[in-house]
Every structure is written in C-alpha cells, then in structure tokens.
C-alpha cells in the first residue's frame, strides 16, 4: 500500500514569519491523517520551518539542490546542507527549474542520485509541454524523462524516489488534466517503471500529479488508481487550503 503524499510547493512566496504562521496553523490538525504532509519552501525559511514543525509528522522540504557536495557553484546549495538543518525532501527537475533554470535529464539525474546517496528524498518531476501534448508526444516525452532521471539508480532505491507528473500546460493555468488523463500517464509511467525495475518496485514508486490540484478537485484526483499525491503550488500557500488538500 502506497502512502499518499500531498505536498506544498510554495515556489518564491512566504517570508519567514509567514511561512512558520502557516506550520503552526496547519501541524496539529495534520496530526492523525494517513498522508504524508509536506511543504517544500524557499531556502531562506527552511530552517524556521523544520523548527517549527519539529515533533510533528508535517515534513519540510527543499525545492532544489546541487548534485556536488561542495565547491565553487555560487549561489547553490548542497544535499549536506539541507540534512544539516534537518530538511528531508527535495524537488528535483520541477519544469520551472528546467525553463528557467536550464535544468536537464541529466542534471535531475545527478541530483536524483546525490539526494539518494544523502538519504534525502528526491520528488522527480516530469511533464510535457502544450505542444507536445497537441503532438501526441505526452508519453513518449515522460517516458524518456524518467528512464534519464532512473539512469543508474539500482532496483532497492527506486522506491525511495517520488515522482510528480505535472504536465506543464495545468501549471498554475487553473486547467487540470481531468483525472482520468493524469492517471493513464501516472499508469503509463508505472509501465516505464516496469520496464526499468519490474513489477515488484514500480508497485512501491509513489507518483503525484500536480497541475492546478486545489479543495475542489482533490478528491476526485486521489481517487484514481495510480495516483498517489499531490503536487500543489498555488492552493498550497493557505492553511486552510491546504489543511483541506490533506484531508482529501
Ligand atoms: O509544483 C507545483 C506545480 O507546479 C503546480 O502548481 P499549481 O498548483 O499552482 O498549478
């Protein structure tokens, strides 16, 4: 049995004193669910929000990280430092990373293995593009993103990884893939996982979708077969939204 994780990713929103605001209106009623919590923030809060939810089963995540441990890469941190201020998981691959950031399979790959090797929890995140989906391409796009994310990653770690399928076009649009499309690609990428690990461990591998999840639609969508949590930006910055996305 899979636990769900539904999880926050606040993107570039909260200062310090909103973000802890916002642990301590949501960690006690989190307490007793059967999800797996989690609010992945900016750098800045991080600390603050593990202190503040510490003793609780809410999670704090990160939203990137460098695959090096150390070095010359100004601006960057590493999976050392998130563990050191008690961070647990990290997105890796978000596509605002890779359209922005000029984040690519080989770099979610690296990362992937570096949260691994850290005992940090990488969520991997894949999706295709409008076009792409205008084209055809959904799947065969999502499966060569994730068996370059897998590249190299042995069988007894594959269900440590999280995957996010958030096709990119429901991204903070309020267009959602109706649930039953997210969910033939969420089963489409288990297939690939098949393929890469066998049936056995794609039965572990827990994969969220994301794309303009909110209180409306979160039931419907954690209702699927294959889908296992939430990836939610925009209806993750309000306590009650969220409390209300927990307990779908
Ligand atoms: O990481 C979260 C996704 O990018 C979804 O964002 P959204 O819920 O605002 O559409």
């Given amino acids: 049995m899979r636990k769900p994780i539904i999880a926050g990713n606040w ?3 909260k200062t310090v004193a909103e973000g802890v605001a916002f642990i301590n209106a949501v960690k006690n009623e989190v307490e007793g ?3 797996e919590a989690l609010i992945c923030a900016p750098y800045t809060l991080l600390p ?9 089963s809410v999670k704090i995540g990160a939203q990137n990280m460098h695959f090096e441990d150390k070095g010359a890469f100004t601006g960057e941190v590493s999976a050392d430092m998130l563990l050191d201020i008690g961070v647990t998981h990290v997105i890796i691959g978000h596509s605002e990373r890779r359209q922005y950031f000029g984040e690519t399979n080989e770099t979610v790959n690296k990362k992937a293995h570096k949260a691994l090797q850290k005992g940090l929890t990488p969520i991997v995140c894949c999706g295709e593009t409008l076009e792409q989906r205008e084209a055809g391409e959904t799947k065969s796009h999502c499966k060569v993103q994730i068996e370059e994310a897998f590249t190299g990653i042995a069988a007894a770690d594959a269900p440590k990884v999280v995957i996010a399928y ?13 649930s039953q499309d997210a969910n ?26 994301g794309g303009s999840v909110k209180p409306a639609n979160v039931e419907e969508i954690m209702n699927e077969s294959d889908i296992d949590g939430a990836l939610v930006g925009g209806a993750s910055l309000e306590p009650s939204d969220f409390l209300q996305l927990v307990n779908f």
């Fill in 11 to 13: 993107k570039m929103h």
């Fill in 33 to 35: 669910t059967d999800v």
């Fill in 48 to 56: 603050s929000l593990v202190e503040a939810a510490k003793g609780t």
């Fill in 166 to 178: 958030e096709p990119i076009w429901a991204i903070g649009t309020g267009k959602t893939a109706s």
């Fill in 184 to 209: 033939d690609v969420i089963a489409f990428i288990r297939e690939v996982l098949v393929g890469l690990y066998g049936d056995a461990v794609s039965e572990e591998v827990r994969i969220q979708y």
